[in-house]
């Protein structure tokens, strides 16, 4: 059974017996800690949230893995069969709680990490934690989760705007707006499938602000699911899969120009390299050709009143019930690990999986890529290379 404790237990361990530390205890950080312990290194998880899993408990209800369940187990448990080749969040959460449970993980929660450092000696790593706790590791696998502080555009206005405005991530299901006019900001897979959820849900009216169009793909096509694909062409030149991705496009998805909804004029595979990952259509092609879903232009500003107008690029303005912003997230990881010059410039770790900066040895990082070959596939493959890496590690630090 999974030994998960709260934040009032002792953490002291001594310099002889330093345990690694995985901050998050999320797929990825379960994953790490299970890949350690295999050999025989302990990991001690630390999460700040009550329990396990919670970024996956606060999803929208109707949240399912865009990946198969077969490629997105995480090492040692397979995803029970029962919970169906696209995994909803609610048997995610599940999966998650009996992966920890099935591998005897050592987990403590309630207790957030607010800085890490090396030690003074320069034989480890101290965590700065709630409660004054300072805690000696002899390595670091930071897990806190690509989608981890919600981010909200500094539109002008917005601060004065009286209608009622949330970020996706305070989204749950379409029941609150039944009924209502509603402008959803942002066309990745969190905005696309909220608002296929309005429509399904009841919504008098959805529309869609766009201000890059992405590409669209099928999930499944002819029972072929898209991340196999993404997984066959990750080794291939990033123009070839571009063009194999246009032909795709063209067979087996509709032209959505007259809709508000061109075909991009840059390559599938240029997007991803750049950080943005294709749509994947549960819902929308259908919602959009139908005019089902509105497809406006990009929100400029809000303008004050009650409930208020929001002021769109191309000159026009509306006024929703309200608006949810699926405006994605940051890493927020400045704090955290900023001070030792291991992110880019976009607050991104330089190195994952097995990878660690040479300015600091012994510390790791899992789930801040996002392939097209899906996430919890990629963070299975750096959990054991992660878990290599560190043993290597800690044996020439004997």
């Known amino acids: 059974m999974a030994d998960s404790r709260s934040a009032s237990v002792p953490l002291s361990v001594t310099p002889a017996d330093r345990p690694v530390y995985v901050i998050g205890a999320g797929p990825g950080g379960l994953a790490a800690a299970h890949a350690l312990r295999a050999r025989g290194i302990r990991a001690v998880v630390l999460d700040k949230a009550d329990r396990l899993g919670a970024s996956w408990r606060g999803h929208y209800d109707r949240l399912h893995l865009h990946t198969t369940r077969r490629l997105s187990a995480l090492p040692g448990l397979k995803i029970p069969r029962r919970f169906g080749r696209w995994v909803s969040r609610d048997d995610v959460v599940r999966y998650l709680e009996k992966y920890a449970e ?67 991530g305070d989204y749950r299901n379409a029941a609150p707006y039944a009924g209502r006019d509603v402008l959803v900001v942002g066309v990745g897979n969190t905005g696309a499938e909220i608002a296929v959820d309005l429509v399904e849900g009841g919504a008098a009216r959805v529309r869609l602000a766009v201000r890059t169009v992405p590409h669209l793909v099928r999930r499944s096509t002819l029972g072929w699911p898209a991340q196999y694909s993404g997984v066959l062409v990750r080794r291939l030149p ?47 092609i259908d919602a959009v050709r139908k005019g089902r879903v509105e497809i406006v232009a990009a929100v400029e500003s809000f303008e004050e009143g009650s409930p208020g107008k929001v002021v769109l690029a191309d000159g026009s303005r509306v006024e929703p019930d309200a608006v949810i912003a699926a405006t994605g997230y940051t890493r927020a990881l400045e704090g955290l690990v900023g001070h030792l010059g291991v992110l880019d410039d976009r607050g991104k770790p330089v190195v994952h999986g097995g990878g660690t900066p040479a300015q600091a040895p012994g510390l790791y990082f899992t789930g801040y890529t996002n392939p097209i070959s899906g996430m919890f596939r990629e963070m299975a493959l750096d959990a054991r290379k992660i878990a290599k890496a560190a043993a290597g590690y800690l044996r020439s630090r004997r």
């Open 102 to 168: 099935h591998h005897e993980l050592e987990i403590v929660t309630g207790v957030e990490v607010f800085r890490v450092e090396r030690t003074g000696d320069g034989t480890g790593w101290l965590l700065h934690a709630s409660g004054g706790r300072e805690l000696t590791g002899s390595a670091v696998v930071v897990a806190t989760g690509y989608n981890h502080t919600p981010r909200v555009p500094d539109w002008p206005g917005r601060a004065g705007y009286g209608g009622e405005f949330l970020h996706a």
């Open 238 to 284: 990033v123009g070839l899969v571009d063009r194999l991705c246009r032909l795709q496009a063209r067979v087996g998805v509709p032209d959505l120009s007259a809709h508000g909804l061109p075909r991009p004029d840059t390559g599938l595979y240029s997007r991803v390299r750049q950080g943005a990952i294709p749509v994947q259509d549960v819902g929308l």
